[in-house]
């Protein structure tokens, strides 16, 4: 199945411009052919061409077909980016496939990167989102100063992860599937040890991803499988 993301399917019956190219310059799709398409907030829609041009393409909705939830709760990551972004792409893109429902970007004490493009990340969400036949777009946050970040309200269960020393439960024994959940990622070199301490008396738990030291885009992913299995 070709799914198409189409954010604005409930407000026009035109496919988005790249959209539009791949079924019809890629697929060679025609008028009178069907197609799945998908809002990113929770619903396919069985759609037909009515009218396909070297430009646009026009459908008509079949039917809307509403999609359960994958897994249960929020799921939110928070990191610092890598100064490779070629690993926050990844990342984004594997976090999709896996599951889980928004990501903010921290700007860290011990940050190497301090500006964010988020255009490029949300073509490889949106890609991620299609190849995995998912109903739900991921909400993708600017970058955000760790201060202000761990200050907002949140209701679910707030983990930070990080490598000082101490007695830290592991994160896939400290989930629990009836609440939201939020995890911290430190950049390369850490969260310093005020932002750590600035995290935990704002209601952070510290905890652990295992015995082995992971890169910043590895442990995120490791966060992420392990709060959508705990929430599935």
């Given at each position: 199945?070709?799914?198409?993301?189409?954010?604005?399917?409930?407000?026009?019956?035109?496919?988005?411009?790249?959209?539009?190219?791949?079924?019809?310059?890629?697929?060679?799709?025609?008028?009178?052919?069907?197609?799945?398409?998908?809002?990113?907030?929770g619903c396919f829609y069985r759609a037909?061409?009515?009218?396909?041009?070297?430009?646009?393409?026009?459908?008509?909705?079949?039917?809307?077909?509403?999609?359960?939830?994958?897994?249960?709760?929020?799921?939110?990551?928070?990191?610092?980016?890598?100064?490779?972004?070629?690993?926050?792409?990844?990342?984004?893109?594997?976090?999709?496939e896996i599951g889980f429902d928004e990501?903010?970007?921290?700007?860290?004490?011990?940050?190497?990167?301090?500006?964010?493009?988020?255009?490029?990340?949300?073509?490889?969400?949106?890609?991620?989102?299609?190849?995995?036949?998912?109903?739900?777009?991921?909400?993708?946050?600017?970058?955000?100063?760790?201060?202000?970040?761990?200050?907002?309200?949140?209701?679910?269960?707030?983990?930070?992860?990080?490598?000082?020393?101490?007695?830290?439960?592991?994160?896939?024994?400290?989930?629990?599937?009836?609440?939201?959940?939020?995890?911290?990622?430190?950049?390369?070199?850490?969260?310093?040890?005020?932002?750590?301490?600035?995290?935990?008396?704002?209601?952070?738990?510290?905890?652990?991803?295992?015995?082995?030291?992971?890169?910043?885009?590895?442990?995120?992913?490791?966060?992420?499988?392990?709060?959508?299995?705990?929430?599935?």
């Amino acid at each position: 199945m070709h799914l198409f993301y189409t954010p604005d399917i409930e407000r026009s019956n035109e496919l988005p411009a790249d959209e539009a190219a791949h079924a019809l310059r890629v697929l060679r799709l025609k008028a009178g052919d069907e197609l799945t398409l998908t809002d990113g907030t929770g619903c396919f829609y069985r759609a037909e061409i009515a009218v396909a041009d070297n430009k646009h393409c026009l459908v008509n909705v079949l039917e809307t077909l509403p999609q359960p939830a994958l897994w249960h709760g929020h799921l939110h990551l928070a990191l610092a980016p890598t100064k490779n972004m070629d690993r926050m792409e990844w990342l984004a893109e594997k976090a999709t496939e896996i599951g889980f429902d928004e990501l903010t970007f921290l700007n860290c004490h011990y940050s190497e990167r301090r500006v964010i493009k988020l255009e490029r990340i949300e073509k490889i969400v949106v890609s991620a989102v299609k190849q995995s036949l998912k109903a739900r777009m991921p909400r993708l946050n600017e970058l955000t100063d760790f201060e202000k970040f761990i200050r907002q309200p949140f209701g679910g269960q707030k983990f930070i992860a990080h490598c000082y020393p101490g007695e830290k439960p592991l994160l896939k024994d400290s989930l629990h599937a009836d609440e939201d959940a939020l995890v911290l990622i430190g950049p390369e070199g850490d969260f310093s040890e005020e932002e750590v301490a600035l995290a935990i008396e704002n209601g952070f738990q510290p905890i652990s991803l295992g015995a082995s030291r992971l890169r910043t885009e590895t442990a995120a992913l490791v966060a992420v499988h392990l709060m959508n299995l705990a929430h599935q």
